[in-house]
């Protein structure tokens, strides 16, 4: 907890460094579920990845964008019930995705035309209440309200994961997965590797210049 909250601090002050290079979200959201590998299988989830064949490059920082998708796999398995699934995917989208939420559009404003790069990160649990669905990425809130596991931590994953994808100029939400259960949703925009950036906390994203 300690670490998180150093980590958070960090971000939320501008003071989070980001070694921006281009990396394929598909080889990062393989290497983010491996890491959770163990604790799925202790608890009897089964992970599966929905990758496309062709990369997904974008312009991030590898470690950071790692963490964010640990977190989610992480919080999907920990919520979801024995044999269940969790579905790792990316996808490239050529615009908005059609389940964005009209207050994270507003918030992505001129980048709004795409493309982009979309992990989603599905479980089939409980669910996130409608009410929640923006206030589970707040400090010290947990996304399943009503499912409280052993482990599943104080509620500072997701608030460290959207600072991280906030200064990414990307966006991160939540929406219902059909039949039941919740969907993570991170949108990082497919943009030229390299070109300098801030991002809305003011913080100043450095190119990584390459010989």
């Known amino acids: 907890m300690i670490a998180n909250l150093l980590d958070l601090a960090r971000v939320e002050s501008g003071g989070m460094s980001y070694d921006i290079r ?17 604790l799925a299988h202790e608890r009897g989830v089964p992970c599966e990845l929905d990758l496309p064949r062709a990369p997904v490059v974008v312009g991030c920082d590898a470690d950071r964008v790692t ?5 989610l796999v992480d ?6 019930p ?20 009209r207050v994270v559009a507003a918030a992505l404003g001129p980048l709004r035309s795409g ?22 990425f707040e400090k010290f809130r947990q ?10 931590g104080v509620g ?19 929406a219902d997965n059909h039949p039941c259960g919740s969907v993570f949703v ?3 925009p497919v943009a030229q590797p390299g070109a300098e950036r801030s991002d809305a906390g003011g913080a100043t994203i450095e190119p990584t210049h390459e010989a």
């Open 156 to 174: 500072l994953g997701l608030a460290i994961s959207a600072e991280i994808v906030r200064a990414h100029a990307g966006a991160i939400w939540v």
């Open 115 to 136: 493309p982009f790069a979309a992990v989603r990160v599905a479980d089939l649990g409980a669910g996130v209440p409608d009410r929640e669905k923006l206030r589970v």
């Open 186 to 188: 991170v949108l990082l």
């Open 67 to 71: 963490q964010v998708l640990v977190n």
């Open 75 to 80: 919080n999907a398995v920990k919520f979801s």
């Open 22 to 38: 281009p990396h394929d979200l598909g080889a990062l959201a393989r290497d983010a579920t491996a890491e959770l590998e163990a």
């Open 82 to 101: 024995q044999g269940r699934p969790v579905t790792v995917g990316v996808r490239l989208e050529s615009a908005l995705p059609a389940d964005t939420p």
């Open 143 to 152: 996304a399943h309200t009503g499912s409280k596991r052993a482990g599943a």
